[in-house]
């Protein structure tokens, strides 16, 4: 069944510091892996992807880094900002079908 | 250039009643899939639909919903004798095609409250 009243995790950092977001997903077929952020009252915003035969992506500011291994996903945001206070997601493609199944979110707080 | 369209916002309805949400994907999109998401969780799938066709609709509950996409039009999810479980925001999102990785891009999502 579904849980209702979950806190999310929250991970607090000064403005300017760098951020490490942490993933574990479910399926070791998956093959196509998503960040996304989400603000209060918004829909997700794609930040960044990665194929399963890559271990790492840079961005503009962001980094992903993918541990087949041990299905471990990270989301790397340099010099973080106020502006980056949100939800974050990542995501999972099981096959090409194209359904995502979503990670519980962990809550960014970025302090002044 | 729109994005993903979603309308309305908000959604109040009482038990026992039908709600439509409806869903127009962003241009030259062809893929549609709804999500719902309860107060800090995550986002769920529910289903997933081409041009008047549903292609995966695993996350749908077996009753009362129901989702199209029809060849003219919005994709619409439709949510009969609503019950207050199913208060939730419910978002829609589209991509160009199934193969290769294409990116899902959400709209700005339904919330319905069901009193």
């Known amino acids: 069944g579904e849980s209702v009243g979950l806190h999310l995790p929250t991970l607090s950092v000064q403005e300017g510091d760098n951020s490490i977001i942490n993933c574990a997903y479910s399926?070791?077929?998956?093959?196509?892996f998503i960040w996304y952020k989400q603000e209060s009252g918004k829909g997700p915003q794609f930040i960044i992807d990665?194929?399963?035969?890559?271990d790492k992506r840079q961005g503009q500011r962001v980094t992903v880094l993918l541990n087949k291994t041990v299905k471990h996903l990270s989301l790397q945001i340099a010099a973080t900002q106020p502006g980056d206070s949100a939800v974050y997601f990542c995501?999972?493609?099981?096959?090409?079908?194209?359904?995502?199944?979503f990670g519980q979110g962990t809550e960014l707080s970025v302090k002044p | 250039n729109a994005g993903v369209m979603q309308n309305p916002r908000h959604l109040v309805r009482r038990r026992g009643q039908e709600a439509r949400l409806r869903c127009s994907p962003m241009k030259g999109h062809s893929h549609v899939y709804w999500y719902r998401q309860l107060p800090e969780e995550g986002l769920k799938f529910m289903v997933y639909?081409?041009?008047?066709?549903?292609?995966?609709e695993s996350g749908m509950p077996k009753e009362r919903f129901s989702a199209e996409f029809p060849k003219e039009g919005p994709s619409i999810l439709r949510i009969q004798q609503v019950v207050r479980g199913d208060s939730a925001a419910y978002f829609c999102?589209?991509?160009?095609?199934?193969?290769?990785?294409?990116?899902?891009?959400f709209g700005p999502g339904t919330r319905l409250t069901v009193l």
């Open positions: 639909l081409q041009k008047e066709n549903i292609i995966d």
């Open positions: 990665i194929r399963s035969n890559m």
């Open positions: 999102a589209s991509s160009p095609g199934q193969g290769g990785y294409n990116e899902q891009f």
């Open positions: 995501a999972e493609r099981y096959n090409q079908g194209g359904k995502l199944i």
């Open positions: 399926n070791s077929a998956s093959d196509y």
